[in-house]
């Protein structure tokens, strides 16, 4: 069975400061993919990014970057130099490849919170 | 191009009641799955539909249930509510397609609350 475990319930930080969430997963598969979902307090998911497991490649978008070790089964995301706009909560999710279509199994979710 | 619509946004219902909400996906989309959110279970797939069949399904009891129709369009039930079922329901949109895995877009949500 697929598990996401994010340890960090509440990150509290204040502008300007970088911030890392930490996201772990659990799966049997060798073909899945990741993703990262921000749900600002208006309730809507907002879509980051999606990673398959072949491309360990980190990637940067902005003040976003995300780094994928299959090694250690994790999938970090940091944001840089954090806004108030980026006070949120944060939820990595994974896909199996073989399941039939698509099933996002999510974690628990970190809330942050950026201090002005 | 507009994003997931759901409705209604905000819904009270009695126990025992039933209660059916409606999303519509993004143009183009053929996918639409719906989730749970609770404090304490957070968030939950329920299932997924894919032109018109239920492609995938969550460990939910068989109250809840689901539809697609022909324009993609989904509908989720719930009969025989109970007080644990308050939720924000999210529904989610994707290409769907077989051979990959699709980002979802999600709706803003029905917040349900059972009294």
């Known amino acids: 069975a697929q598990k996401v475990t994010q340890a960090q319930t509440e990150i509290s930080v204040v502008e300007k400061e970088d911030v890392t969430l930490d996201c772990v997963y659990e799966?049997?598969?060798?073909?899945?993919?990741l993703f990262w979902y921000k749900q600002p307090p208006s309730g809507e998911l907002v879509f980051l990014i999606r990673?398959?497991?072949?491309?360990?490649q980190n990637e940067i978008s902005g003040r976003y970057s995300w780094n994928f070790q299959k090694s250690t089964s994790s999938f970090n995301f940091t944001i840089t130099a954090s806004q108030v706009v980026d006070s949120a909560v944060y939820f990595c999710?994974?896909?199996?490849?073989?399941?039939?279509?698509?099933?996002?199994?999510f974690g628990g979710g970190t809330r942050v919170l950026v201090k002005p | 191009k507009a994003g997931v619509t759901q409705t209604p946004r905000y819904l009270i219902k009695t126990r025992g009641q039933q209660v059916t909400l409606s999303c519509s996906p993004i143009?183009?989309?053929?996918?639409v799955s719906w989730y749970q959110q609770t404090p304490g279970q957070g968030l939950q797939f329920l299932f997924e539909?894919?032109?018109?069949?239920?492609?995938n399904k969550g460990n939910f009891p068989g109250r809840f249930s689901g539809r697609q129709f022909s324009n993609s369009r989904s509908e989720m039930n719930v009969s025989t509510l109970e007080l644990g079922d308050s939720a924000l329901y999210l529904c989610?949109?994707?290409?769907?397609?077989?051979?990959?895995?699709?980002?979802?877009?999600f709706g803003p949500g029905t917040r349900l609350t059972v009294t």
């Open positions: 989610a949109s994707s290409l769907g397609g077989s051979g990959g895995v699709y980002e979802q877009y």
């Open positions: 799966t049997r598969d060798t073909t899945y993919y």
């Open positions: 990673r398959n497991s072949f491309d360990e």
């Open positions: 999710a994974l896909s199996e490849a073989t399941a039939a279509g698509n099933k996002l199994t």
């Open positions: 143009s183009g989309h053929r996918s």
């Open positions: 539909y894919f032109s018109e069949t239920q492609r």
